[in-house]
């Protein structure tokens, strides 16, 4: 059954009252959903550093090493600490690397991927969602621009961008494997039927997502160092990508206009301004100032709990499911003499999960379905030996044993998102405040200043903001 081998495992009663009294106390049984709330509250109400010690350096260790770091570099990137935030999108990242390239399989991860089969995914270490490795490159992109390092940030994009096409056929054959059980086919009825409406809110979440596997932010970030840069053809490159990948974005539209009239391409140009209108003129001083808006929540994931009727009793299955969170926010106002942009989202993370979490589905409901034949396997040998009293343990061990995988990088913000403008090289400041209106702040663009990035984090008590300018 889906190349697992059901004849190397025995099950005996004392397993299920090993599971049964080990429960309540293993670390694979906890709900990180409960355990990330607080830090969730903390972000909301702007306490960063409260957030921060919900995921202390002590905590990055064993299976959840990777998801601890990088909920600690997310965290330290808001709070401006560019250096430190790198150094843990790093270690997490060594660590991805090293579950990736064990070209042998290890007796403790073959434990491991036992204790799926008998407990479930909990067990195993956490490697990351597909659309979380690619964006912490995007992130950490970030983090050296605004330590000035335009090198470092180009080496990250490149890694978002091999990053994207190694995972992309890496699910690929995931979905193979999966689709070689005999129970693939099952999986969208069985989930519809039982949370129609929770998965109709995930299906309309992801509808607008392109691709899992195009990353707009990570294009357009690529676009910023190439300008930076003073490589406007390269820059064009990578622009396109990101309106391929996100092509409602204003801001990338409007630099598509902008930057094919630069570069000279005539027919880019005429073709862009037809969808988008004549490009604005700037003047030749002007400062490019590039704001990187975010507010809100990712969503959390909960547990959807489907009993499996047996022939004496049922056995039970737990898959994920989201929640989104929701914001009294939805974008920024930026300012500067006279002229008024508002954000426009590059890069949705509400989407994007909803997409991720919808194409994994059928690759966890086959291993579900494995694991619920072998709990169910359990529970019938227990009352065949025992009786009703057998069926009863085998029923509550099981019910026990079987919970979703509910750790998510918790975060990340509920969207990314831009804005653009060209201000004359006189003005003094620029004004950021949230939309629809509740916090505003003011920050000086430095004399000499030919670039300026400001990176804005949104909560419900105000405005992080910290700028770079080049």
């Given at each position: 059954m889906?190349?697992?081998?059901?004849r190397?495992i025995?099950?005996?009663?004392?397993?299920?009252?090993?599971l049964?009294?080990?429960?309540?106390?293993?670390?694979s049984?906890?709900?990180?959903?409960?355990?990330?709330?607080?830090?969730?509250?903390?972000?909301?109400a702007?306490?960063?550093?409260g957030?921060l010690?919900?995921?202390?350096?002590?905590?990055?260790?064993?299976?959840?090493?990777?998801l601890?770091r990088?909920?600690?570099?997310?965290?330290?990137?808001d709070?401006?600490?560019?250096?430190q935030s790198?150094?843990?999108f790093?270690?997490?990242m060594?660590r991805?690397?090293?579950?990736e390239?064990?070209?042998?399989i290890?007796?403790?991860?073959?434990?491991s991927?036992?204790?799926?089969?008998v407990l479930?995914?909990?067990?195993m270490?956490?490697?990351?969602?597909?659309?979380?490795?690619?964006?912490l490159?995007?992130?950490?992109?970030?983090?050296?621009l605004?330590?000035?390092d335009?090198?470092?940030?180009?080496?990250?994009?490149r890694?978002?961008?091999?990053?994207q096409?190694?995972?992309?056929?890496?699910?690929?054959?995931?979905m193979?494997?999966?689709?070689?059980?005999?129970?693939f086919s099952?999986w969208?009825?069985s989930?519809?039927?039982a949370?129609?409406?929770g998965?109709?809110q995930?299906k309309e979440?992801?509808?607008?997502?392109?691709?899992?596997?195009?990353n707009?932010f990570?294009?357009?970030?690529?676009?910023?160092?190439?300008?930076?840069?003073?490589e406007?053809?390269?820059?064009y490159i990578?622009?396109?990508?990101?309106?391929?990948?996100?092509?409602s974005?204003?801001?990338?539209?409007?630099?598509?206009?902008?930057?094919?009239?630069?570069i000279?391409?005539r027919?880019?140009q005429?073709?862009?301004?037809?969808?988008?209108?004549?490009?604005?003129?700037y003047p030749k001083?002007?400062?490019?100032?590039?704001?990187?808006?975010s507010?809100?929540?990712?969503?959390?994931?909960?547990?959807?709990n489907?009993?499996?009727?047996?022939?004496?009793?049922?056995?039970?299955?737990?898959?994920?499911?989201?929640?989104?969170s929701p914001?009294?926010?939805?974008?920024?106002?930026?300012t500067?003499?006279g002229?008024?942009?508002?954000?426009?989202t590059?890069?949705?993370?509400?989407?994007?999960?909803?997409r991720?979490l919808?194409?994994?589905?059928?690759?966890?409901?086959?291993?579900?379905?494995?694991?619920?034949?072998?709990?169910?396997?359990a529970t019938?040998?227990?009352?065949h030996?025992y009786?009703d009293?057998?069926a009863?343990?085998?029923?509550?061990?099981?019910?026990?044993?079987?919970?979703a995988?509910?750790?998510?990088?918790?975060?990340?913000?509920?969207?990314?998102?831009?804005?653009?403008?060209?201000?004359p090289?006189?003005?003094?400041d620029?004004?950021?405040?949230?939309l629809?209106?509740?916090y505003?702040s003011?920050?000086?663009?430095?004399?000499?200043?030919?670039?300026?990035?400001?990176?804005?984090r949104?909560?419900?008590?105000?405005?992080?903001?910290?700028?770079?300018?080049f």
């Open positions: 889906n190349g697992y081998s059901l190397t025995t099950f005996v009663p004392i397993v299920c009252l090993s049964l009294i080990a429960a309540s106390g293993c670390s049984l906890q709900n990180y959903t409960k355990r990330s709330a607080p830090a969730r509250a903390s972000i909301m702007g306490n960063f550093q957030a010690a919900r995921f202390p350096e002590e905590a990055a260790k064993g299976k959840d090493e990777v601890i990088i909920e600690r570099a997310i965290i330290l990137q709070l401006g600490e560019f250096k790198s150094a843990e790093e270690q997490a060594g991805i690397g090293e579950f390239d064990r070209a042998v290890s007796a403790s991860k073959s434990a991927e036992v204790g799926t089969l479930n995914e909990q067990v270490p956490y490697e990351g969602e597909d659309f979380e490795i690619i964006l490159h995007a992130l950490n992109a970030v983090n050296y605004m330590r000035g335009l090198e470092g940030a180009r080496v990250e994009v890694k978002s961008y091999e990053r096409e190694q995972l992309s056929a890496k699910h690929e054959k995931e193979q494997k999966a689709q070689a059980d005999g129970h099952d969208e009825r989930f519809d039927k949370d129609s409406k998965y109709a995930l979440k992801a509808s607008t997502v392109v691709s899992l596997y195009q707009a990570a294009s357009y970030i690529s676009e910023l160092v190439y300008e930076l840069g003073g406007s053809d390269d820059a990578d622009l396109k990508k990101a309106y391929q990948a996100y092509p974005c204003r801001s990338i539209q409007r630099d598509l206009v902008r930057l094919s009239r630069k000279g391409f027919e880019d005429e073709l862009w301004e037809k969808q988008f209108g004549k490009p604005k003129t001083d002007s400062v490019d100032v590039f704001v990187i808006f507010y809100g929540l990712a969503p959390y994931k909960v547990p959807l489907i009993p499996i009727p047996i022939s004496r009793g049922f056995t039970f299955a737990s898959l994920p499911v989201y929640k989104f914001s009294n926010i939805f974008g920024g106002l930026v500067a003499d002229l008024n942009e508002e954000t426009s590059v890069f949705d993370v509400d989407a994007v999960a909803a991720n919808l194409d994994d589905y059928p690759i966890i409901f086959v291993k579900q379905i494995a694991r619920s034949y072998l709990k169910a396997k019938s040998q227990l009352a030996n009786g009293a057998g009863i343990l085998g029923i509550f061990a099981s019910a026990i044993t079987e919970q995988d509910l750790r998510a990088w918790s975060s990340l913000p509920k969207q990314i998102q831009v804005a653009r403008l060209f201000v090289g006189s003005s003094a620029i004004s950021i405040r949230d629809p209106g509740g505003s003011t920050v000086q663009i430095p004399k000499g200043a030919s670039h300026m990035i400001v990176y804005c949104a909560t419900q008590n105000g405005l992080a903001i910290y700028t770079k300018s």
